[in-house]
């Protein structure tokens, strides 16, 4: 796998050519806010310690956290681009948002925070 995004083990997802276009497309102060932070891993400890369950509910419940972070015209240009279509925003920035999520799994589980092989599962 050939991904841009550090820590990124293509466990979850095995392309995040969407993501890494959005990530170009934004500006400094965007791409700040998007990305995985400190507060993130600790919410997946979070998740970790309460059992929250399998894979699909931890990507459900971290992309949340990302979807007011997400820039919704980023978003759109990053879709149309990579995959040649129009969606509206709030599909696009879902998209973002749990990639962003899923990326954030794989850093933690770089970190030892989790094992993503537990969750696939269950």
């Known amino acids: 796998m050939s991904s841009k995004l550090m820590l990124s083990s293509g466990k979850v997802f095995k392309d995040y050519t969407l993501l890494e276009r959005y ?8 791409r700040v ?13 979070y998740l970790v310690s309460r059992k929250a369950g399998t894979l699909h509910d931890f990507l459900e419940e971290l992309s949340r956290r990302f979807l007011d972070r997400v820039s919704p015209a980023r978003s759109v240009d990053a879709v149309r681009s990579v995959l040649g279509t129009d969606i509206p925003e709030d599909q696009a920035v879902q998209l973002i948002s749990t ?23 269950q």
Request: proline letters at 2%.
């Open 23 to 30: 990530l170009e497309l934004c500006s400094e102060s965007e």
């Open 33 to 45: 806010r998007s990305l995985p932070n400190s507060s993130d891993i600790e919410f997946v400890k």
């Open 99 to 121: 990639q962003l999520a899923g990326w954030t799994l794989e850093i933690a589980e770089a970190l030892g925070v989790i094992k993503l092989r537990q969750l696939y599962g």
